[in-house]
């Protein structure tokens, strides 16, 4: 048919509308949707289809479609789908396969077995050999490749199921986060417990006598990942009073006890958003990580197999040992961050207790108040050129006004006092801008792939159901999709 007798309607999205205006029909081109008249759709069909009934008259007259192979394929399904092109619709056809002793599969499967066959049988090169027992040698060299082929798509399966179980775990705690799944208890409860009891276990081991203990380590180790000082200071513990479950305990209620105070001076709100956002943060970051440490196991796995080790069981191992230190090092570094995190005053001093908090929001309100309220007498300001200000820091309004050459520069003025009016911060929203700005460089990134991937007019949209590859076409044509449209994707 012809452009100048259809009209392009709007670029197909793998589905085309049957909204048609009566009189009209629709059908499915090259990506396009386009228009045309139902009268010059019937004659359009009924030339092409005259043509076509003439040729299948002239193959079947002539014997039907003869198919010729040059070699066997390795699966036996290809051959048979190869010479199922000859009797289509129960038309006539044939189909003979020549093969060579050099193809790959006689040479690797059946070569020694043929050639002793042919030596006895007194059979010259170059002469075609056709007998059923050699079919048949065939037919069980293709047997064992796709025996092989089969094997081989198993241990695959079993490889991707054990990075799949890994996956379903990581991504069902992100999309807890995501979801905004409170993770206090987890935290406090789960992660503190958990890294201090390997703590203990390498330091305070059970079974060694409390004397042989290395206080220094624990202590320094709890220092390192939460920031707490139990060896000196007011929160210093007197160890040789305390059992190890004792000391665990003691460590660990005053740990929380610490947390809960920040919760306190923060705020629960914004202390659940930090704790989602450190999460999400150091989760991406080692997930990225373990999933290169895989591929390079997963690389050199199968050299397991010399030292007489099953290459699957090893990597279930390995995979499994990885996966569990870097769960343990999510925690660790969680934990971390939480911890050390020091909250930041309107003044910009950190703030450590509750007192501090009041004290610094009491100092704010009465400045606030004291710049409210202004003496009756405010002097006028001198002729002469207009005072100077200066910017004082971001959020602190500004410093008192100068005048340069006047006498009465040196005169108490009323300028406004600066006010710190910023809210507490934290030293870990830096890092929360960072992973915000690097997630947001991604989805632009994705969103620009999207486009020019959908901008390609090969690479349609789908839209809609489904359809089958064994189903009709949905333009109309009344072929199978899978012999149509289907047959570009």
Not at 32 to 50: G, P
Not at 304 to 318: F, H, I, W
Not at 433 to 447: D, G, P, V
Request: negative net charge; aromatic residues 6%; hydrophobic residues 35%.
């Amino acid at each position: 048919m012809r452009k100048s007798q259809a009209r392009a309607v709007s670029a197909a999205e793998g589905a085309i509308s049957p909204n048609a205006p009566p009189g009209m029909t629709r059908f499915y081109y090259s990506g396009q949707e386009f228009e045309t008249s139902q009268e010059t759709w019937d004659a359009a069909l009924a030339v092409h289809k005259t043509n076509a009934d003439t040729e299948h008259d002239a193959v079947v007259t002539a014997g039907g479609l003869h198919i010729l192979g040059t070699e066997r394929h390795e699966s036996r399904r290809v051959d048979n789908q190869l010479r199922g092109r000859a009797g289509r619709q129960g038309d006539p056809g044939s189909s003979r396969f020549f093969l060579s002793l050099e193809d790959d599969l006689m040479r690797i499967f059946a070569r020694e077995w043929v050639s002793t066959l042919l030596q006895r049988l007194g059979m010259e090169e170059g002469v075609p050999i056709e007998s059923k027992m050699i079919s048949r040698r065939i037919e069980a060299a293709q047997k064992a490749v796709e025996t092989q082929n089969f094997e081989s798509r198993k241990h695959v399966l079993e490889y991707d199921d054990v990075m799949n179980k890994q996956r379903e775990a990581v991504y069902g705690l992100r999309r807890q986060l995501m979801e905004g799944v409170d993770q206090k208890q987890l935290i406090t409860e789960d992660y503190v417990s958990t890294i201090l009891s390997n703590i203990l276990d390498e330091f305070a081991p059970e079974k060694d006598h409390p004397d042989q203990w290395n206080y220094d380590a624990i202590f320094s180790n709890v220092f390192d990942t939460f920031g707490a000082n139990f060896k000196e200071g007011p929160d210093a513990l007197d160890v040789h009073s305390l059992s190890r479950h004792e000391l665990g305990e003691t460590i660990f209620e005053k740990l929380r006890g610490r947390y809960d105070l920040k919760e306190q001076i923060l705020g629960a709100q914004a202390m659940r958003y930090h704790e989602r956002i450190v999460m999400l943060s150091v989760l991406d970051a080692l997930w990225k990580d373990h999933l290169l440490a895989m591929d390079h196991l997963k690389e050199g796995i199968g050299l397991r197999g010399y030292a007489q080790q099953d290459p699957l069981v090893a990597y279930k191992k390995e995979s499994f040992e990885m996966f569990e230190a870097m769960m343990l090092q999510f925690q660790q570094d969680t934990a971390r961050h939480l911890y050390r995190m020091q909250i930041i005053g309107p003044d910009g001093q950190p703030i450590e207790t509750v007192e501090q908090m009041q004290r610094a929001q009491a100092i704010v309100q009465a400045q606030m108040q004291a710049q409210q309220v202004r003496p009756a007498n405010v002097p006028t300001l001198p002729s002469g050129p207009p005072p100077t200000q200066r910017q004082g820091p971001p959020g602190q309004g500004t410093l008192p006004m100068e005048f340069d050459g006047s006498p009465q520069s040196q005169q108490p003025s009323h300028a406004p006092v600066p006010i710190p009016t910023r809210a507490p911060s934290t030293t870990i929203d830096e890092l929360e801008r960072e992973f915000q700005r690097k997630k947001k460089r991604e989805l632009e990134l994705a969103h620009a792939a999207s486009a020019s991937t959908g901008s390609n007019g090969n690479s349609p949209r789908v839209t809609g159901e489904k359809v089958g590859r064994n189903d009709a076409c949905p333009c109309g044509s009344g072929k199978k999709y899978k012999k149509c449209h289907g047959a570009q994707a």
